[in-house]
């Protein structure tokens, strides 16, 4: 075993403070990096709070972080994709059984036995895995990404959780160009999303109760924003879009984007709202049209998100911050007071 430096919380209503945890050393199929940047998600808060508690009790102390980037220091004998320099990312999730039907189809998200890269047992040291918000972390080769050398690593970090959780679903429901795609909301998820589609080259739509946020939506590769409000210019787009993407968190009505697709269109849901959110069959019915929802993405598809990322010269739009600014991001964020992301510079731990 060995330590690393982190920041980590000690109950839920404890702020994050600096600690000293345990990483395992590398085995033969480890990857053993230093970490340069991880992005701050809505659940790194959410766990640290024990909000989640009826689905996923947090275990204290919590490290948090599952958008990590940063430079491989040491791989294990067996390593055959890494070596020593190499820039690598890991995101929501470090291990899976590897041997259920969701892992045999490349969809270990999916996996009964999936263990995420914080708060959940650890089968190497029998205690709690922790997150990013560390100086170092050791995982297997087979959950550790390959990051493109030309894109910035502090916008990059967000890619391993918001990127690739509205990725995954426009790739799923075929999103390319000549199609039209909506986007439901415009904040850490809603971002990368329009950026997704654009790049992606379908025609696309910014939803929003903000007008503020029209020309931010035009920056990002909107092609029209309509602001939700609005009946009318709702009903314009009535019964015209391919796919719909939702990444609103708060209560909402979905009925009113059902009611937007055409024939055989989906509404994918990527934000999660506490309380369960009513649907009209006939919505659905009248049109073929379906509601699903989208969760991360499988190692492969990660892999394929970065490569395309590299390829579009897409990141997330963050504002970097030293760890010891964390507590506050965490207020801000409930706020919504950062565009889009906050992404934490690990090099500032080194001064703790």
């Keep these: ?132 918000y560390s100086d170092s972390i050791v995982v297997d080769e087979h959950f550790v990404l390959r990051v493109p050398e030309n894109l910035d690593l502090a916008g990059a970090a967000p890619l391993l959780c918001a990127g690739i959780t509205t990725y995954s679903p426009m790739r799923h429901w075929g999103v390319t160009k000549g199609k039209k795609v909506g986007v439901v909301g415009l904040g850490g998820l809603g971002h990368m999303g329009v950026k997704f589609a654009h790049a992606l080259g379908a025609h696309t739509v910014v939803f929003t109760t903000s007008p503020s946020k029209t020309e931010d939506a035009l920056r990002l590769g909107a092609d029209e924003v309509v602001i939700s409000r609005d009946a009318n210019e709702m009903q314009k787009h009535a019964g015209s879009f391919d796919f719909i993407l939702d990444a609103v968190a708060a209560e909402h009505d979905l009925n009113t984007y059902l009611n937007l697709l055409r024939r055989d269109g989906n509404l994918t849901l990527v934000g999660a709202p506490e309380k369960p959110l009513p649907v009209s069959a006939f919505g659905l019915i009248m049109g073929r049209r379906s509601l699903s929802g989208s969760l991360i993405g499988g190692i492969a598809e990660t892999q394929e998100m970065l490569d395309f990322c590299g390829e579009h010269n897409i990141t997330s739009d963050v504002e970097v911050i030293p760890i010891q600014k964390i507590n506050e991001a965490y207020e801000r964020m409930l706020k919504s007071d950062v565009k889009y992301r906050f992404s934490i510079d690990m090099a500032s731990l080194k001064a703790e």
């Excluded at 275990?59 to 690598?88: M, W």
Aim: proline content about 5%; aromatic content about 6%.
């Design 1 to 132: 075993m060995q330590k690393a430096k982190a920041y980590s919380a000690a109950s839920a209503t404890s702020p994050l403070a600096s600690s000293v945890i345990e990483r395992r050393d590398p085995t033969a199929n480890d990857v053993q990096i230093e970490i340069l940047y991880c992005g701050v998600c809505h659940s790194d808060l959410h766990t640290v709070r024990n909000e989640w508690e009826a689905a996923m009790a947090t275990i204290y102390p919590c490290v948090p972080g599952h958008e990590i980037v940063g430079r491989v220091t040491k791989v294990g004998s067996g390593v055959q994709n890494f070596k020593v320099g190499d820039l690598a990312a890991v995101g929501c999730m470090v291990d899976s059984d590897g041997a259920c039907p969701a892992c045999q189809d490349g969809l270990e998200q999916f996996c009964p036995g999936m263990v995420l890269t914080y708060n959940s047992p650890d089968k190497h040291t029998g205690g709690v895995t922790y997150g990013g």
